[in-house]
């Protein structure tokens, strides 16, 4: 199960392009969305995350024109998939979320310092979040021990938000306003990823509040 969120795959796009062919600094909604898109590290493009990493100026610098360097790669794949929907849609981002991953991984260990970078991990499992523990083959849950019994007692919970959330991307799609939506999304999404944690053992509970570290709010 993937992330539930309002595709904004047209948005990154056109964002992304507007922003190189005018030249000028590449907007927050474009760089929230492509967070949302390519996940991962790709989160350190945010304004809040490079405030809370406490990137120095020669550091943001660096981050900026890593990502203006590779826009080039990124709007071609995001022209290539624009207008697919659903699974077509994701089938398309699976195998290229990883290669894109890995190049920004391996800049990221030359550009950060090592308590950045465990941070940043903090922040990537919070977007992330109590979801990641029910895929089994997610390093999350390995990290975890997730049981095959924990798995079952999750799943009347995701079964829930699952149909509580279905009406409202429904909305969204049919013309909805996303900025209304997106917050009902979120607030349903976090109450059962509440409920997924407290079925967890305590020493899994210390070891989820240790790999999540201090909230970011980047719903905003």
């Known amino acids: 199960m993937q992330r539930a969120k309002v595709s904004v795959g047209v948005l990154v796009f ?3 392009v507007c922003a190189q062919a005018a030249a000028q600094d590449i907007p927050e909604e474009a760089r929230k969305g492509l ?3 390519l996940q991962g ?20 610098e660096r981050v900026e024109q890593h990502l203006k360097e590779h826009l080039p790669d990124v709007m071609q794949f995001f022209q290539k998939i624009d207008g697919l929907k659903g699974e077509e849609r994701e089938k398309e981002l699976k195998p ?3 290669k894109a ?24 499992v919070q977007q992330e979040g109590a979801l990641a523990l029910w895929h089994g083959d997610g390093q999350i849950a390995k990290d975890l021990k997730i049981t095959d019994e924990q798995r079952k007692q999750f799943m009347p919970v995701i079964q829930e938000m699952q149909n509580k959330i279905e009406p409202l991307t429904k909305e969204a799609k049919s013309g909805g306003n996303s900025q209304e939506i997106w917050p009902k999304i979120m607030k349903i999404r976090r109450e059962h990823e509440g409920k997924i944690v407290a079925l967890l053992t305590d020493s899994q509970k ?8 201090k909230p970011l709010n980047l719903d905003d």
């Open 101 to 124: 991953q890995e190049k920004l991984a391996a800049f990221l260990k030359e550009t950060l310092k090592d308590d950045q970078r465990k941070r940043l991990c903090q922040i990537e």
């Open 206 to 213: 210390k070891q989820w509040q240790d790999m999540v570290g």
């Open 35 to 37: 967070a949302n898109q």
């Open 14 to 16: 056109v964002g992304l």
């Open 41 to 60: 590290s790709f989160v350190v493009f945010r304004e809040k995350v490079q405030e809370d990493l406490k990137l120095s100026t020669e550091q943001k």
């Open 96 to 98: 290229y979320r990883p």
